[in-house]
């Protein structure tokens, strides 16, 4: 089938930086590209690659300048890789590149194809350097407040604080903005541990690359920079052997102790815990306690407490789904 396209726009996460870790069709988008474009410190990761190829560097706030220049030469019918470290889908030039072509009307009909290549993120990389803190329930936040309000920065910050979330900031520290560290330390402090793990890591598989690890307490201490991805804890997370680990809870239904992978008693292989869902919802309709009482006790909103209240009970059919993931 002969396509109907005369230009591409390859939007192509190049991972944390090394080339062992750059995927196959990143390093064949590359080739294929007429123009490669991006941030000069992104251009210089991939230089290797990029001999006979049109290079157009951008400064680092000239993120639309660099969707609108790659989009401008697609049209134009020149194969164009835009590059983002990480993913490009994860506070990337996937984003932006997007808002530019709809703005300018591009649809996926149109004669420009787009293609969005993955790579691996920031979190992903250095979780996978500090050892497994992401084996739980994660978020990410960027503290940069150059497009985001602070307060809405601030709010994420304490619902996923007060949620018991591992997170990766992201964006922590830069020449300019030193202070979103500190306020995001502050909010953690008003619901996690002071003692909670936190790992620093500066410049992940690169020359310069540096791994610390401190406690929500003295994270300020740190050596924290705009090329650090700070991961922080939650309740259960521990660092032994030099290693930063949150379990993924299996310790809650079966008996792991001395090699043991028995079910402890009341719990089921492959069945939801007894305080899952269905357990959760026959204790509270069996509790003599008011629906405020039982959303202080679980933290939850009193008006989903008594919207589930007033419901009959009726528990989902326990089928196994006991899968690793």
Not at 4 to 16: F, H
Not at 17 to 40: C, F, M, N
Not at 130 to 155: E, K, Y
Not at 266 to 278: F, I, Q, R, T
């Amino acid at each position: 089938m002969t396509s109907n396209k005369t230009g591409k726009i390859m939007l192509i996460g190049l991972g944390p930086g090394s080339q062992d870790y750059l995927t196959a069709r990143a390093r064949a988008a590359i080739a294929e590209a007429d123009t490669v474009i991006g941030y000069a410190t992104y251009i210089r990761l991939v230089k290797d690659l990029l001999d006979g190829k049109e290079i157009v560097k951008k400064a680092m706030t000239e993120e639309l300048d660099r969707a609108i220049e790659a989009y401008e030469r697609a049209r134009m019918g020149k194969k164009v890789a835009l590059v983002s470290s990480g993913d490009a889908g994860v506070y990337g030039m996937a984003g932006p590149t997007f808002e530019v072509l709809f703005q300018a009307g591009w649809t996926p009909d149109s004669d420009v194809e787009v293609e969005i290549i993955p790579g691996a993120s920031a979190l992903n990389t250095c979780a996978a350097l500090v050892g497994a803190p992401l084996t739980h329930d994660f978020c990410a936040i960027s503290l940069s407040d150059l497009l985001t309000p602070w307060p809405t920065i601030a709010r994420r910050l304490d619902a996923v604080a007060y949620a018991d979330f591992v997170v990766a900031l992201y964006n922590p520290k830069s020449g300019r903005r030193t202070r979103q560290i500190e306020e995001a330390q502050r909010i953690f402090l008003q619901h996690r541990n002071p003692q909670t793990p936190v790992a620093i890591v500066k410049s992940a598989y690169r020359p310069k690359q540096r791994i610390e690890f401190t406690t929500l307490e003295k994270m300020g201490e740190a050596d924290i920079g705009m090329l650090t991805t700070v991961l922080i804890g939650n309740s259960n997370t521990f660092v032994k052997h030099g290693l930063m680990v949150t379990p993924r809870g299996y310790a809650n239904k079966y008996a792991v102790e001395g090699g043991n992978s028995a079910a402890r008693a009341g719990e089921k292989a492959g069945h939801s815990l007894s305080s899952g869902l269905n357990g959760w919802l026959t204790a509270i309709h069996a509790s003599a306690k008011t629906a405020a009482e039982l959303a202080d006790e679980y933290r939850l909103p009193e008006s989903y407490i008594a919207a589930v209240l007033s419901e009959p009970l009726d528990l989902d059919e326990e089928v196994s789904d006991d899968v690793t993931e």
